[in-house]
């Protein structure tokens, strides 16, 4: 994992950046910084004025762990894809997956919110339906360590089994062979037409775009991490404005002067 400030990344940008690329990007951590209440979350300013001036030269993709509904409204700049729930949705074409990927949530969420009436689990645990995957909370648990571990036996035990993936005092649940970033991503990449992507993310389920390894695909992790298998990283939420800049003008040397942007 090499800094994609460096000699290293600005050669894989250029051989990346073209007309009609697709630039793709997680929200959480990556675009927006992390804040206390995730209801919160907005884009900066400075990030959302290099998003629209992006978005005027090629193909943006949203791929978030977000439920579409959240996400659109906090997205004041035109997106060609959001796909939403970590890949299970929104990605063109895939709806009658998606439509199963939502009754296995059903049956999950029935399941456990009958199971978690049950007092070893305490009050402060609750369920968030995303309607395509489902989270369980345990932040506000009296013990979080007890919850974690008693979560942990309760979650292994479902049926159909559930991928689940560990966040910080939560735990999300999804179809063990549904879709994910990685399959979302290349899917996107296949219907754009795109000769080449860059991805953007910070967190656990962005690993399944970092490790699909293709040479047509630029990775980037905000933040370095010694187990990532992120091709670049930036050293945080702060340096994302001057990865936009490194794009935006890469592309407006491809596209010429010409462009409608007054300097
Ligand atoms: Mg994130």
Redesign the pocket.
């Known amino acids: 994992m090499a800094p994609l400030f460096s000699d290293a990344g600005r050669r894989r940008l250029d051989d990346i950046v073209r007309p009609g690329m697709l630039c793709v990007f997680?929200?959480?951590?990556?675009l927006a910084p992390i804040v206390t209440q995730p209801d919160e979350v907005r884009l900066p300013p400075n990030v959302l004025q290099r998003l629209i001036e992006l978005s005027g030269r090629t193909q943006i993709a949203i791929l978030t762990?977000r439920s579409v509904v959240d996400i659109a409204p906090r997205l004041e700049f035109k997106v060609d894809y959001l796909v939403g729930n970590h890949g299970l949705e929104g990605v063109p074409g895939w709806q009658a997956r998606s439509d199963a990927y939502a009754a296995m949530c059903r049956n999950w969420k029935d399941t456990l919110t009958m199971a978690l009436t049950d007092p070893q689990y305490g009050p402060g645990i609750f369920l968030e339906d995303k309607h395509y995957s489902l989270s369980v909370h345990y932040r506000q648990a009296r013990d979080q360590v007890e919850a974690e571990a008693r979560l942990k036996t309760l979650l292994a035990g479902l049926q159909p089994p559930a991928r689940i993936v560990a966040g910080k005092c939560v735990f999300s649940l999804m179809p063990q062979d549904g879709a994910d970033k990685g399959s979302a991503l290349e899917e996107l990449m296949r219907i754009s037409g795109a000769s080449g992507a860059i991805y953007v993310?910070?967190?656990v389920t962005?690993e399944d775009v970092f490790r699909l390894n293709r040479d047509d695909l630029l990775s980037v992790r905000v933040e370095h991490a010694s187990d990532s298998n992120a091709e670049f990283f930036v050293h945080g939420h702060q340096e994302i404005e001057q990865l936009l800049d490194e794009l935006i003008e890469r592309l407006r040397k491809h596209q010429g002067n010409a462009s409608s942007r007054s300097e």
């Open positions: 997680d929200f959480d951590g990556t762990g993310g910070d967190d962005d």
